[in-house]
Structures are given as C-alpha cells and as structure tokens.
C-alpha cells in the first residue's frame, strides 16, 4: 500500500506516553502518532507528515512542557540528520529507555524474566562508530554533492559538514567528502561511501556507477594523502573491490585483554562500536564461566570476534557461521593468533539440521557451553539442535529484543533451561537500537 502524504496544515497537540522501537514519542489520541523528537510526559505540538494503517507520522513543532530528561543535542544537525534518534535524551536515560524496553519484550513476548538484571554495559557517547554507510547524492538545486546519512522522515541525504558519532578521522571529513565528490567527473554517479576504521588505519570504500577519470583518481588520491585514509574502488559485486593505489594495507583491530588481533575487511561485519565491544566480550567470558576442560560451540562466529578469546581460555572451540568469506577469515586470524584448539565450519544456520550436519562432518564432540550471536532474526531454527547438545550454559548475544525474547521463551517454556540473567549493552548511543545479552543454564544445572 503507497504511503500517503498527509497535508501539511493538519497539526495537533497531545501528551507523549513512550518511545517507539525507533525513538519517536508515542502520542495516543485514537490512532496512535509517533512525533520525532518528542519524549515521554511532554506536552507537544505536532504536525502530521505520514500516514500508515496503524498509525501516523509528524514532526515536532513545539515542546509546550518539557521532560526533565530533554538535554540539548550535542551536534548541530540532529533533528534534520536520521543518524540519530535520541541525542536530546541524556545518556543515563537513553539507556534506562533501552533497559525498559528489554524488560518489557521479556514479558511481553517471551514470558520469562531472569534471576539477576546485569548492569547495562555503555562507553563514551561520542566518537564511537567505526563501520558506516554513507549516502552520496548530487544535488542540483545546491550545485553540489552531499555525503552523510538519510535526513529525518525522507530519503534525502542530510546536508551536514561533520558527524559527532563517527571515529576520527572521519567524522570531521564529511565536509571535505562533499567537496571532493562534487569535484569528480561523475558526481551523479557515485551513490555511497562506505567507512571501516580500524586500529591501524581508515579506509573508504566508494561505489562508483561509471568509471572515475584519470584527474579523478588524482584528486582521491590527493585526499588520501592529506587525510591519512585509503581508497577502494566498488564497481561491481561488493566484494569487488579496487585499491586506488598500491600498498593500501589491511584492517586490523586489537583486543588487547586476550592477546588477540583480527584481520577484516572494509565491507564485513564487525560491532561497530570498539570499546563496547571489547567490554561485551569480558562480560560474555565473565558470565560463561569457562575452565581449561570447556569445549564451546560459537554459533553466528563471524570473524571470531568471540571464538578467539574463547580459545584462549577453553581447550576447544569451534565457530560456525554462514558466510563463508568471514569463515575463511576467522581461520587465518586464528592462525595468526596461534590458537590451534579454535575451528571453524560454513554452516547454514538458518536451516533445519545443518548446524548438526556440519558438526558431524567436523567430528565435533560434546559442548559443555554455546555462545549465539545470531542477525536481527534471532536464532529460532538452530534452538531445539541447542537443546540436544545439553550444554551447561548459554550465552546469547542480541541486537534485537523481539526476537531475543522469542528464543529464550522457547528455550525455557519448551527446553527447561533457566533464565539466569539479562542486560542491555548500549553498542549505539543515541539511536534507539538495543544490543543484548542473556544467560542461561541448561536443564539439571543448579543454581549457583
């Protein structure tokens, strides 16, 4: 069904009873409304912008009655830029709304609610996002190109000269990427610049629809050099990828507590915030609990961002992953880490009985604990091949409440494990998105 535009006149006022999954306030007036920028307990003024089937969307006009908890954004473009949804919300209260959100989708939807609440696990607000995808559009009208991400309510890149959440160096080039885009030849043509910053260096990937010029590739490379970042050239499959010049070395990121450091490449998946993400894998490691006769199953290993600081500490562990360019990865990084007890398998985790399959084709024993990190999906279809194994505990990692708490309804309600605990890990400041852990112990296991 075509979304509609409603007419701009049709405004209302009302009182703001919670957030939405994206951060928008929730006004219920019959048919609920969902105001950008508005908080829970304000009093607002509102302009309708959107209609869907089951509810509306506006923009805000004015706030008539304040939150005590509305802070004033940090960067100048929040409220025109869709990056963030919740830089007018304190940091703490950012994540007691996570928190909430959680404990609601446990009860809710699962049914379940744990022994303990772990302490939400949060690092600086600011300068944190390492992978990104930028739009890059070439806007007539303003004679230029603009780089950042979609503005608010529309599919417009937002015109911004600098990003507070992305790392150095790029955060402070959004500008210089504009300039240097509406340089090219082929400005129209170049629809997204894609960011991976790793411990050892920076490098953009540029989409390109029609071949750069030699002046082109002299003006990136002119950037590159004064900006101390590298290019590749994506003109084709996504991992297709050109370097501009030779010698653009590989990324790499350190996890220092495990003696471990992981190759990667621009256009895999790694957690996009650093220090969090370090800070998740002592909480994981704290909470499975594992001894030199631990042999654990990593299910959804990716690079082996947790295998390998598993390795360190149990006497095996295997990682299964779909992907297989991240699978041939976690191998070679395991290698190079010289961790021999870490192996790693392509399996299709999304199918029924494939994890079982590629375990028997490894010789895979016994599990006395598994770790999920599974997509947004959740983890739904590998669950009852879990419960076969009967390990002793299971850590599951989340970027989705919903379906986090799907799965560990159905692994309590329908498999007798217990819910020992659950926490939030706010890996996205200012955006509504809620990273999760949860803790469980397998039937029989007492409780400690």
Known sequence: ???KRAPL????TGRVEDLNHEGWGVVKS?????????????????????????HDEAELL???????????????????????SLQHLAPEAQRAVKDNMLRESLRRIGKVEPDRWLAPLHGDPWAYRRRARLGARFVHAKGRSLVGFREKMSSFVADVKHCRVLVSPIGNLIGELSTLLTALSIPTRVPQIEVAVGDNTTVLVMRTLSPLSAADRQLMLEFAHRHGVHWLLQAGRPDQLEPLEEG?????????????????????FIQVNGDVNRRLIAQVLGEL????????????????????????????????????????RARANAAANGLANARFGVANLAGDGAMERCLAGAGAGKFTHVLLDPPRTGAADVLPAVARLAPRRVVYVSCHPGSLARDL??????????????????????????????????PGVSRE
């Open 1 to 3: 069904m075509a979304r």
């Open 9 to 12: 006149t049709e405004s209302g």
């Open 30 to 54: 019959g048919k609920a409304v969902f105001v950008a920028g508005a908080l829970p307990g304000e009093l607002v003024e509102y302009r309708i912008r959107r209609r869907e089937r089951s």
């Open 62 to 84: 004015q706030v008539v009655e304040p939150s005590p908890q509305r802070v004033t954004p940090g960067c100048e473009h929040f409220g025109i830029c869709g990056g963030c």
């Open 248 to 268: 653009t070395p590989g990324l790499w990121y350190e996890l220092p507590e495990h003696g471990v450091r992981l190759a990667f490449e621009p256009t895999d």
């Open 289 to 328: 609990k594992l001894e030199a006769s631990s042999s654990v199953l990593d299910l959804f290993c990716g690079l082996g961002n947790f295998t390998l600081p598993m390795a360190r500490v149990a006497g095996s562990v295997v990682g299964l992953e779909g992907d297989a360019g991240l699978i041939e």
């Open 409 to 442: 309804g159905i692994l309590v309600t329908d498999h007798g494990f217990s819910l020992r605990a659950a926490g939030i890990v706010d890996m996205f400041p200012h955006t509504s998105h809620v990273e999760s852990v949860a803790v469980l112990d397998g």
